[in-house]
């Protein structure tokens, strides 16, 4: 199971969500900030943590089961990132304008949007 939070909020995943996961469960954060994740209270339900490869530290959780957590729990698209950054600068500001274009027709004729 992979979680990965979009929100920009606070503690969206914390040990609530942690007790439910099954062992191998990756998570990882593309929010505005890197306290989406509650990243101490995985430390906290923790018997140990490894680096099982580059962006990846392994929570070997006292119950046996094992979380994931991708680039430390920073944003994702940079903490983990393999490419210049210019290029997913890039992706970023052109994917609304593609967004725009492809589904443009669809809300050419909605009429005002409702909050």
Do not use: W
């Not at 018997?47 to 680039?71: P, Q």
């Amino acid at each position: 199971m992979c979680f990965c939070t979009v929100t920009g909020n606070k503690s969206v995943l914390t040990k609530d969500h942690f007790d439910l996961m099954k062992d191998g469960a990756i998570i990882s954060n593309s929010g505005h900030f890197n306290v989406e994740i509650d990243i101490p209270a995985l430390e906290k339900m923790s018997s140990s943590k490894r680096t099982t490869r580059t962006y990846v530290d392994e929570y070997s959780l006292k119950d046996g089961r094992k979380i994931n957590l991708l680039g430390e729990g920073r944003l994702i698209n940079l903490s983990a990132a393999e490419g210049p950054s210019r290029v997913g600068d890039g992706y970023e500001f052109c994917r609304p304008g593609a967004f725009g274009r492809v589904h443009g027709e669809e809300f050419q004729n909605a009429g005002e949007a409702s909050v």
